[in-house]
């Protein structure tokens, strides 16, 4: 007869480093991450904005409420952030499980 484990048996304890990452995410920062770099915006006659990344369009243009919400954020906050998370090329949040796959380690 098989006996049942524990509850938590197989649990093993964090390491320094994933404890460190924890508690950088918690408090809005990513250890891990690098920041977002080489987006531009440009601001057309229509009232039309269009984001780039190193010269490449990003995004459609946004008109109206949309560019007016993105304009305000990028004005009010880190603007290399703001058009990271708009372009949609920002913490997917598998960034870390596929660096830490087998298949990945160098």
């Given at each position: 007869?098989?006996?049942?484990?524990a509850?938590?048996?197989?649990?093993?304890?964090?390491?320094?480093?994933e404890?460190?990452?924890t508690?950088?995410?918690?408090?809005g920062?990513?250890?891990?991450?690098?920041?977002?770099?080489?987006?531009?915006?440009?601001?057309?006659?229509?009232?039309?904005?269009?984001?780039?990344?190193h010269?490449?369009?990003?995004?459609?243009?946004?008109?109206?409420?949309?560019?007016?919400?993105?304009?305000?954020?990028?004005?009010?906050?880190?603007?290399?952030?703001?058009?990271?998370?708009?372009?949609?090329?920002?913490?997917?949040?598998?960034?870390?499980?596929?660096?830490?796959?087998p298949?990945?380690?160098?």
């Amino acid at each position: 007869m098989k006996v049942p484990e524990a509850p938590g048996a197989n649990v093993r304890a964090p390491e320094a480093t994933e404890i460190r990452a924890t508690r950088a995410r918690r408090a809005g920062q990513d250890a891990d991450m690098p920041k977002p770099s080489g987006f531009q915006y440009e601001q057309h006659g229509d009232q039309s904005v269009t984001i780039t990344h190193h010269g490449r369009a990003g995004t459609h243009p946004s008109r109206g409420s949309r560019a007016e919400k993105f304009l305000a954020e990028v004005v009010s906050g880190d603007a290399q952030l703001v058009m990271a998370r708009w372009t949609g090329a920002y913490k997917h949040g598998n960034e870390r499980t596929a660096r830490d796959h087998p298949r990945n380690r160098r």
